[in-house]
């Protein structure tokens, strides 16, 4: 064991100080035998974390929660939330527990959880526990949407428990320590004005202005200005996940984070054929998540978010639900003007010109009609921009080869309107339009050969390659490509 006198994290907690009404204090039940499958060095860098002043089997015992840090103090976090629509009144972290916060190197302030660390008094029927499935698919996504730019909790440790989980099936047990820069999320707040409690509301309203928006602190009505800011930044969410053709399949209330975060991976997916209605989760029955409807979810979301904080917006009911209304009805415009500036962009459109949103809509149109794949069509415009003769990599993904001609056409007349050098815009083409992305197949490949046979090399290197998604390197050619008809995943599924 390797002894230090120096701190191996140094927390710094904030949230434990709003008060019992918000969390229950508890520890993480230990688990057998803690063994780590993978720590992310860039990630604990950037959170002022050495791993090198301790051995792995240390840092093993910490991240599974069988070893408590000074400093830490353990906490799940209450919250409620709709679930597919449906209230539920009290839910939690069931089978989370907050480890504390600790100031990272650019002066953020980050959540250090864990995620299948035991029972907490919000566990249901639950036990508390994840299994490795689950696990490594939430390591591998979230860290690929944040090298995509999209903002996202992220993930430092994916370790293994020695313990077996009950499902369907026995299962190796896991435990995923997730970084975020907040988990409150719209549950948080219902749950508080579903007891009419004010008092916590207000505080939580703060505390959220203090962490996430300090910047609406001195506007005249500060909680309005805090749903139009959590408004914009859903907005951008949401439009940066549709950009890359990624379905968060279980975007209810408790799932969505005030911090502007994509929260929650567990039946999501990147799809790979364009189709606007596509749904992956096994139990979104009736497409409530699909591609298409994130936004307008979003949207819902919002409307029930604000509900929560009317009393804090105007004393006056109806005009602080007058209030609310309209800075909720400016979200269409804002999502359409997030959606269309970055397909724009997709495009190598420099400039904006009110013809583009049909030269949008059909390319969307005609890859939906023949099945193309998503971000392949994208990425090989990239390079028909440069040489007309890559077309023929394009025309081969659309079923009937001519569709694609014909908008090409429209495509390219639109770009010569535009007195910029291809250079320039392929620069930004590029930027926009990932290589790589976590194919379903790719995924599940990794998570199988991890659990079914222990060998956990294709998750090391779908996470390394995933690093760098707009980047084209050499070797990685296998990776960019859709499934096989027999590698095809059909449906996700949240492993809870
Ligand atoms: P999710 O679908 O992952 O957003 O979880 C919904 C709710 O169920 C949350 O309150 C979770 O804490 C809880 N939950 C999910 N899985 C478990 C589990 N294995 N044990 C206890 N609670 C769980
Ligand atoms: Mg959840």
């Given at each position: 064991?390797?002894?230090?006198?120096?701190?191996?994290?140094?927390?710094?907690?904030?949230?434990?100080?709003?008060?019992?009404?918000?969390?229950?204090?508890?520890?993480?039940?230990?688990?057998?035998?803690?063994?780590?499958?993978?720590?992310?060095?860039?990630?604990?860098?950037?959170?002022?974390?050495?791993?090198?002043?301790?051995?792995?089997?240390?840092?093993?015992?910490?991240?599974?929660?069988?070893?408590?840090?000074?400093?830490?103090?353990?906490?799940?976090?209450?919250?409620?939330?709709?679930?597919?629509?449906?209230?539920?009144?009290?839910?939690?972290?069931?089978?989370?527990?907050?480890?504390?916060?600790?100031?990272?190197?650019?002066?953020?302030?980050?959540?250090?959880?864990?995620?299948?660390?035991?029972?907490?008094?919000?566990?249901?029927?639950?036990?508390?526990?994840?299994?490795?499935?689950?696990?490594?698919?939430?390591?591998?996504?979230?860290?690929?949407?944040?090298?995509?730019?999209?903002?996202?909790?992220?993930?430092?440790?994916?370790?293994?428990?020695?313990?077996?989980?009950?499902?369907?099936?026995?299962?190796?047990?896991?435990?995923?320590?997730?970084?975020?820069?907040?988990?409150?999320?719209?549950?948080?707040?219902?749950?508080?004005?579903?007891?009419?409690?004010?008092?916590?509301?207000?505080?939580?309203?703060?505390?959220?202005?203090?962490?996430?928006?300090?910047?609406?602190?001195?506007?005249?009505?500060?909680?309005?200005?805090?749903?139009?800011?959590?408004?914009?930044?859903?907005?951008r969410l949401v439009t940066k996940w549709m950009h890359v053709g990624f379905i968060h399949g279980v975007m209810n209330t408790d799932n969505m984070a005030l911090s502007g975060e994509t929260i929650d991976y567990g039946p999501c997916a990147f799809m790979d054929t364009f189709k606007m209605?596509?749904?992956?989760?096994?139990?979104?029955?009736?497409?409530?998540?699909?591609?298409?409807?994130?936004?307008?979810?979003?949207?819902?979301?919002?409307?029930?978010?604000?509900?929560?904080?009317?009393?804090?917006?105007?004393?006056?009911?109806?005009?602080?639900?007058?209030?609310?209304?309209?800075?909720?009805?400016?979200?269409?415009?804002?999502?359409?003007?997030?959606?269309?500036?970055?397909?724009?962009?997709?495009?190598?459109?420099?400039?904006?010109?009110?013809?583009?949103?049909?030269?949008?809509?059909?390319?969307?149109?005609?890859?939906?009609?023949?099945?193309?794949?998503?971000?392949?069509?994208?990425?090989?415009?990239?390079?028909?921009?440069?040489?007309?003769?890559?077309?023929?990599?394009?025309?081969?993904?659309?079923?009937?080869?001519?569709?694609?001609?014909?908008?090409?056409?429209?495509?390219?007349?639109?770009?010569?309107?535009?007195?910029?050098?291809?250079?320039?815009?392929?620069?930004?083409?590029?930027?926009?339009?990932?290589?790589?992305?976590?194919?379903?197949?790719?995924?599940?490949?990794?998570?199988?050969?991890?659990?079914?046979?222990?060998?956990?090399?294709?998750?090391?290197?779908?996470?390394?390659?995933?690093?760098?998604?707009?980047?084209?390197?050499?070797?990685?050619?296998?990776?960019?490509?859709?499934?096989?008809?027999?590698?095809?995943?059909?449906?996700?599924?949240?492993?809870?």
């Amino acid at each position: 064991m390797k002894t230090s006198r120096k701190i191996p994290i140094c927390f710094d907690n904030s949230f434990v100080q709003l008060g019992e009404k918000f969390y229950a204090k508890l520890n993480p039940t230990p688990v057998e035998q803690p063994k780590i499958v993978k720590l992310n060095d860039d990630l604990s860098y950037k959170l002022g974390i050495d791993l090198e002043i301790l051995d792995l089997e240390d840092w093993a015992s910490i991240f599974s929660g069988n070893r408590i840090l000074p400093g830490s103090e353990p906490l799940a976090m209450v919250y409620a939330g709709h679930q597919f629509g449906h209230l539920v009144p009290q839910l939690g972290d069931g089978r989370a527990i907050l480890l504390g916060e600790v100031i990272d190197n650019s002066s953020c302030r980050n959540d250090i959880q864990l995620k299948g660390s035991g029972i907490t008094p919000f566990s249901r029927q639950g036990d508390g526990r994840a299994a490795l499935g689950p696990v490594l698919r939430e390591y591998i996504v979230s860290e690929a949407m944040h090298a995509l730019g999209i903002p996202t909790t992220r993930s430092l440790c994916a370790l293994t428990t020695g313990e077996p989980v009950y499902r369907e099936t026995v299962l190796p047990g896991a435990v995923l320590t997730r970084i975020a820069s907040g988990h409150i999320r719209i549950g948080t707040f219902q749950y508080f004005a579903l007891r009419d409690d004010i008092n916590a509301t207000t505080k939580l309203a703060n505390y959220v202005i203090e962490r996430h928006y300090p910047e609406v602190k001195e506007t005249q009505n500060k909680y309005l200005k805090l749903l139009e800011k959590v408004m914009e930044r859903q907005a951008r969410l949401v439009t940066k996940w549709m950009h890359v053709g990624f379905i968060h399949g279980v975007m209810n209330t408790d799932n969505m984070a005030l911090s502007g975060e994509t929260i929650d991976y567990g039946p999501c997916a990147f799809m790979d054929t364009f189709k606007m209605t596509q749904v992956f989760s096994s139990i979104d029955h009736s497409g409530r998540y699909s591609y298409g409807n994130q936004p307008q979810i979003v949207q819902w979301n919002l409307a029930r978010f604000a509900e929560t904080i009317l009393p804090l917006i105007d004393k006056n009911k109806e005009k602080a639900a007058e209030m609310a209304k309209e800075v909720i009805e400016l979200y269409s415009e804002r999502f359409q003007e997030y959606w269309f500036s970055g397909m724009r962009q997709k495009l190598g459109l420099l400039t904006s010109d009110w013809e583009d949103k049909n030269l949008i809509q059909s390319l969307l149109n005609i890859m939906q009609e023949n099945e193309a794949d998503f971000t392949l069509t994208f990425n090989r415009l990239c390079h028909a921009l440069l040489d007309k003769k890559m077309d023929k990599n394009l025309r081969n993904l659309f079923k009937d080869e001519g569709a694609y001609d014909n908008w090409a056409e429209g495509w390219r007349l639109r770009l010569s309107r535009e007195s910029r050098s291809n250079k320039e815009r392929s620069k930004l083409m590029f930027a926009a339009n990932p290589v790589v992305i976590p194919r379903n197949h790719r995924v599940e490949h990794a998570i199988n050969s991890a659990v079914e046979n222990l060998d956990f090399g294709p998750f090391e290197r779908l996470v390394e390659v995933l690093s760098s998604p707009y980047e084209e390197i050499e070797g990685q050619s296998e990776f960019m490509l859709p499934p096989k008809h027999e590698e095809k995943v059909l449906q996700t599924f949240c492993g809870t």
